[in-house]
């Protein structure tokens, strides 16, 4: 039996295929994309608010820490410390911030950053909040270009930028106790500080940057004199004790005084980064207006203990320069030694009538050496010991002249005080030992011997009783005289008490007498007195003395 079976297809015919499309999206594509756009939108939004990061170089990473240590501008967080590392040749650190958005701006090559700790100074102590919050790095805004790395300060800078003010320069020779932070003082009152001090690349001179604070860099002038107030000012000198104190702060973290000379007067003040010249002390600010002076030498034959470089040159209590150096001068030839003193003569102390252009530097000196000028050491000061130079006329001095032959022009000495009562004495006393002093002795005794001897002699009694009867011979004529004589002598007695009435101890005539005494006494004692006042401060024939009273 033949099964059915399903008969084979036409070739010529081919099935069809249905396709049924789907419209429909599958749920698990949407997390990934929902993913995607929270991750866009969180990345767009921490780019947008993102501030710059910047790279600060320091010596040391002492209380820094990565994520934790903050960066601050007057207390405000400004940013984070994002990495600490040191930098590839092992030389300093390199701390790396983020700063917060908006602070792009002020991230300038003039910005300073440096690290608060607590710290003692010449200006305080500072950063005691760091103790129990820990070290943050502070930023000071400058300006300049915008930038991303920077050199971070060791120290902290004495002012802000922001702090109205004027910046100096100060050239000094020698830094004293001035450092960073001192105060600067103007009549005792703090108005500004020491920034910073080097040494340029001539080490000719220090150079001190000062900021004076406004509106006190008003008072800053041209004229304007700066000089070293560390404190206290001691000094010995042939005058005696000079002190000067100016405040305990300065006497224990030094600092720098100046004046302005007029400044009453208008005035404009000076430019910033103006150099002023800083001094030692107040004493030398005001030698440096003598800017003239003219070298001498004097040579002293006796000692020169006492008398140092410094040492003041004077005419009649004026001082009118110093010694500049000492020496000792051997000549072999003559065996003899000489002690030149190199003294500077400062024209511009003395005042001079006329016109003076014409006169030669050492042509007035020629004509007071001619006229008997000589150079004498002097006594300056019995405590200290110390000597000056002083300059005189010495009319008795041997006749010298001013000798041009020596490197500087040589001013002729006499000895000094002691010298000369030495040699008096020395020379009264060689001419006691020349005395034939025993032969002397010998005539004084024979000559006592004699006057004793006629004394006891029978021919001395006759002498006597001769003048006992000449005596009584002699009062007898008084006698006879007298009677003769007797109107005479009334006469002359009522002469005599006419001339007592007129002169006598009651008399008118001498009380008038006597008052004028009196007076004359008076003013000759006035006039010594105003005399030496004038001695000791001539400049009061021009300044003049209120209450001047002779005493």
């Known amino acids: ?9 036409d070739p010529g015919e081919l099935p069809e295929v249905e396709v049924e499309s789907r419209r429909r999206v599958s749920l698990v594509w949407l997390f990934p994309l929902v993913a995607a756009a929270i991750a866009i939108w969180l990345g767009y939004t921490t780019l947008r608010e993102q501030g710059p ?50 602070v792009e701006q002020h991230v300038t090559e003039g910005t300073r950053f440096w690290i608060v700790r607590p710290r003692i100074g010449a200006s305080g102590v500072s950063g005691l909040g760091t103790l129990l919050s820990g ?56 108005v500004g500080q020491v920034l910073s001090y080097q040494l340029p690349k001539d080490r000719r001179a220090l150079e001190v940057q000062v900021f004076i604070n406004a509106p006190h860099d008003q008072l800053v002038r041209a004229d304007s004199r700066f000089w070293n107030a560390s404190g206290i000012e001691i000094s010995a000198t042939a005058a005696g004790f000079d002190l000067r ?44 207006q003598f800017t003239e002076k003219i070298p001498y030498l004097v040579s002293f ?43 500077e003569i400062e024209p511009q102390r003395v005042g001079m009538e006329g016109d003076m252009s014409d006169v030669q530097p050492f042509e007035m000196m020629t004509a007071l050496v001619d006229r008997g000028l000589r150079a004498q050491l002097r006594q300056g000061n019995l405590l200290t010991g110390e000597l000056y130079v002083s300059l005189d006329f010495h009319p008795e001095a041997p006749e010298a ?49 004699s006057i004793n001897a006629l004394a006891s002699s029978d021919d001395t009694g006759q002498i006597v009783a001769a003048l006992s009867e000449a005596a009584v011979g002699l009062q007898a004529l008084v006698a006879k005289l007298e009677e003769q004589l007797g109107p005479l002598l009334g006469q002359a007695r009522s002469t005599l008490a006419a001339a007592e ?43 003049g003395k209120a209450g001047y009273d002779g005493r």
């Not at 790095?137 to 004495?158: H, K, N």
């Not at 032959?405 to 060689?430: C, Q, W």
Request: hydrophobic share 40%; charged share 25%.
């Open 1 to 9: 039996m033949q099964e059915d079976r399903p008969s084979a297809p």
């Open 53 to 102: 990061t910047i790279t600060i170089g320091f010596e040391s990473a002492e209380g820094l820490e990565a994520d934790k240590t903050r960066i601050k501008y007057k207390d405000v967080d400004v940013g984070v410390v994002d990495n600490v590392a040191l930098s590839d040749d092992l030389s300093h650190i390199l701390v790396t911030a983020e700063l917060s958005k908006g």
């Open 135 to 190: 070290a943050f790095i502070e930023m000071d805004p400058g300006e300049g270009a915008l930038t991303d790395s920077f050199v971070g300060l060791e120290e902290p800078p004495p002012i802000s930028s922001d702090v109205p003010g004027t910046r100096y320069l100060l050239q000094a020779e020698n830094l004293g106790w001035v450092e960073r932070g001192s105060p600067v003082y103007y009549r005792d009152v703090p």
């Open 245 to 288: 104190v100016q405040s305990l702060t300065a006497l224990l973290a030094g600092g720098i005084a100046f004046d302005t000379p007029g400044i009453a007067r208008p005035g404009e003040q000076a430019a910033a980064a103006s150099e002023f010249p800083l001094f030692e002390s107040f004493a030398s600010v005001g030698e440096a």
């Open 301 to 343: 034959d006796g000692s020169v203990r006492g008398l140092s470089p410094g040492a003041p040159v004077e005419f009649r209590g004026i001082k009118v320069g110093r010694v500049t150096d000492i020496s000792l001068v051997a000549e072999p030839e003559t065996g003899s030694v000489r002690i030149p003193v190199a003294i």
């Open 401 to 449: 002249e001013l000798d041009m032959r020596a490197k500087y022009p040589l001013i002729p000495s006499v000895p000094t005080d002691i010298e000369v009562l030495t040699a008096s004495v020395t020379g009264i006393l060689d001419k006691l030992a020349g005395l034939p002093l025993e032969d002397l002795v010998t005539d004084l005794r024979n000559t006592v011997q």
């Open 501 to 543: 009435g007129l002169v006598g101890r009651d008399s008118q005539t001498r009380y008038d007498v006597s008052a004028m005494l009196r007076e004359l006494t008076s003013a000759a004692r006035s006039i010594r007195l105003f005399a030496d006042y004038l001695e000791r401060h001539p400049e009061a024939l021009i300044r």
